[in-house]
């Protein structure tokens, strides 16, 4: 009798870790085991590399399946060669080697930035730098100014200008003026009635509260009086009395009014004669009072009695 061996798998890679069977009827499927990898291509400074690594799974066949990654590229790496100082205007200045390749790189030295300008001020409204092997010159660019000291109203101010060029220390002071009392306004500003004086009021500066003119008294007005009430009637006897009140103020004025003329009527009259006087008797109607005139005598009225006229027979 004759045994013949076992055929072995025959391992497919089914690109997701996993590898199947491809005999017919078995189908039996494997999970990849892989090694430790082998680079199979070396990373430069500049381009990746390649690592190769392969299946370990051998039972019953070995497999095949083998799978690759990137490896990083290793970068420059540079070695100083050069260091140039700094100056006024421009940083320091690195030069440099990589180990591996010989590329060369220059770059600014970022911990030895420019130095800037040591500008001194040469009194004529310019400055010069006074670095070694500069001696640049500029004119002073002023800046629009910052008010250091406000002016007030009767104290002058200050202004500050400092030169735009960086690093320059030059400024200018001027002084400004005083603004005067601009904004003025009226206190104490009373108004005038009929019991009271007025008061034009005093100026007073708005913004340092300084008194610059006091005001003048103004006349009160005068009381604009009603027509008046009676509150006391007059009679032939006693005065009556009128009181007027100011449609402004409500004051009350009492003025008294004259006492009316009695109302007289004759009661008794006797006429005079040539030799004796006569009277009339007369008496108020309203309070009773009598006045007696008297009515002068009329005296003798001469006339001619028993008169004739003559003729030539008789006599007048």
Not at 82 to 110: F, H, M, N, W
Not at 119 to 129: F, P, R, S, V, Y
Not at 213 to 229: C, E, I, M, V, Y
Request: charged letters at 30%.
């Amino acid at each position: 009798m004759f045994f013949k061996h076992a055929l072995g798998h025959n391992w497919k890679d089914n690109g997701d870790e996993t590898a199947t069977c491809t005999r017919n009827g078995c189908g039996k499927k494997h999970t990849h085991e892989w090694d430790s990898g082998t680079i199979t291509t070396e990373p430069t400074c500049t381009a990746p590399g390649e690592k190769t690594y392969h299946c370990t799974y051998e039972e019953n066949g070995i497999c095949k399946a083998t799978k690759t990654e990137a490896v990083k590229k290793l970068g420059h790496k540079y070695i100083l060669t050069k260091r140039d100082a700094p100056t006024c205007e421009s940083d320091g200045v690195l030069y440099g080697k990589c180990s591996r390749c010989s590329k060369t790189i220059t770059k600014q030295d970022a911990k030895n930035p420019a130095l800037g300008h040591d500008w001194t001020d040469n009194g004529d409204g310019t400055a010069t730098c006074g670095r070694e092997g500069c001696g640049k010159n500029h004119t002073h660019d002023l800046d629009s100014g910052t008010t250091t000291v406000a002016p007030t109203c009767t104290t002058t101010g200050e202004k500050k200008y400092c030169c735009a060029y960086t690093n320059c220390p030059y400024k200018k002071t001027e002084s400004l003026k005083a603004t005067g009392h601009k904004n003025k306004e009226t206190r104490n500003y009373k108004k005038p009635t009929c019991k009271y004086e007025g008061y034009t009021g005093d100026t007073y500066c708005k913004d340092c509260g300084t008194l610059l003119s006091s005001g003048k008294p103004t006349k009160k007005f005068d009381h604009d009086w009603n027509s008046g009430t009676v509150t006391k009637k007059a009679t032939c006897k006693e005065e009556g009395s009128v009181t007027y009140t100011c449609e402004n103020c409500g004051e009350t004025e009492t003025v008294s009014t004259k006492k009316t003329k009695h109302d007289y009527r004759e009661e008794q009259h006797k006429n005079a004669t040539c030799t004796e006087n006569g009277y009339s008797i007369s008496v108020c109607q309203v309070c009773n009072d009598k006045k007696k005139e008297e009515i002068v005598a009329k005296g003798h009225s001469k006339g001619i009695r028993n008169k004739a006229t003559a003729t030539c027979k008789a006599e007048g």
